[in-house]
């Protein structure tokens, strides 16, 4: 079994590669559990229901032209969905073992300024999907 560390992650936000930038991804996936009981049933049984996902990212904050504050701002500002990719490992060719999530989605939440006295200033962006996920293995 195959285990990976994130060392250079796969990010592009509306086609700006920000990758150099991430600390941490978070893909979540979800099927909503539809009860599935009815008069002399004795265990609980569900459903499958709707899937849903969503993606956090954070990482270090850069307010310069055409990085992750202007890029990220920029598509919140015109509540515009974009084109997402998150991907473990971006120097390695997409494959099976190495798959690029893609999707669309609009700006749920951003932190630009997450600033703490001493510390590297930091950015949280949550977005919210408008179309399907799709995981891509080809190359």
């Known amino acids: 079994m195959a285990h990976s560390v994130l060392i250079d992650p796969r990010f592009t936000f509306n086609a700006v ?21 009815a008069g002399g049933d004795t265990f609980a049984a ?3 229901g709707i899937r849903r996902f969503g ?6 904050a850069d307010h310069a032209v055409g990085e992750v504050d202007a890029t990220i701002f920029a598509a919140w500002a015109a509540r515009s969905a974009v084109a997402i990719a998150l991907g473990a490992d971006r120097t390695a060719a997409i494959s099976t073992s190495n798959p690029e999530y893609q ?11 997450q600033h703490r006295m001493n510390e590297a200033a930091k950015f949280r962006l949550t977005v919210a999907p408008t179309t399907d996920l799709v995981r891509d293995v080809t190359p």
Do not use: C, K, R, S
Request: charge should be negative.
């Open 46 to 48: 569900f459903m499958a």
């Open 103 to 113: 999707f669309t989605a609009f700006v749920a939440e951003y932190t630009p300024l």
């Open 17 to 37: 590669d920000l990758a150099d930038h991430v600390q941490m991804l978070d893909l979540n996936v979800h099927t909503d559990q539809i009860e599935d009981v």
């Open 55 to 60: 993606a956090t990212i954070e990482g270090m």
